[in-house]
């Protein structure tokens, strides 16, 4: 065998488990939340507890916590900076989203938690969120300030490391954007497939 169809082979084995990965924490995750409704949306039982209070690092280096969002729909998504694909789609659809609520907008507040805090400093979170939207926040912390955030809102987030690239390690998570109310109370949550109409109808129906 070659050596680049040994690479070739390598490369092959690495993407499966990575994906591998992926498909165990997305089908792990919803088993926590509950059932999906229509439009690419779930609708809160009570059932489980999502979301809570949190003291994170933004863009611009200032703390803030949810209450500096009280009295605006949170649109909440967890991911990182190098994330190759889930990332930047869930936060298009978010934007775009943004974008066809109007003036309705200025009542919603979409935010960016990373799950890679050890890369995603305040900088490098500040060129990220400026390429997705104006209003999009961007928030980092310690990876403890992470974890603990992640465990509130039921998010599934793991290291897998990357022998043969430069990066060294990606980060597989789940891919779903919460909807919280005006005092950081779960109401829904979209689905990574969840299109910016379903996004709006649903946003526009909690205003």
Do not use: W
Not at 87 to 93: A, D, F, N, S, Y
């Amino acid at each position: 065998m070659s050596a680049a169809s040994r690479g070739l082979k390598r490369g092959l084995i690495l993407a499966a488990i990575v994906a591998l990965f992926g498909v165990i924490g997305y089908l792990a995750v919803p088993q926590l939340l509950p059932q999906r409704g229509d439009g690419g949306e779930t609708a809160g039982s009570g059932v489980v507890s999502i979301g809570g209070p949190f003291s994170l690092t933004d863009q611009d280096g200032r703390i803030v916590s949810d209450k500096d969002f009280a009295g605006k729909l949170m649109l909440v998504y967890f991911g990182f900076t190098n994330c190759p694909d889930i990332c930047p789609t869930g936060l298009q659809t978010i934007a775009l989203a943004m974008d066809e609520l109007g003036a309705d907008a200025a009542k919603v507040q979409p935010i960016l938690i990373t799950v890679d805090p050890e890369r995603d400093t305040p900088p490098v979170m500040k060129e990220y969120v400026q390429a997705f939207h104006e209003r999009l926040v961007g928030l980092t912390g310690t990876p403890e300030q992470i974890a603990a955030v992640a465990k509130a809102y039921r998010v599934y987030y793991q290291k897998v490391t990357l022998k043969e690239s430069s990066l060294g390690y990606s980060v597989d998570h789940s891919g779903f954007i919460y909807l919280m109310d005006g005092k950081g109370q779960y109401l829904s949550h979209f689905r990574h497939d969840a299109t910016p109409d379903q996004m709006v109808q649903k946003i526009r129906a909690r205003l």
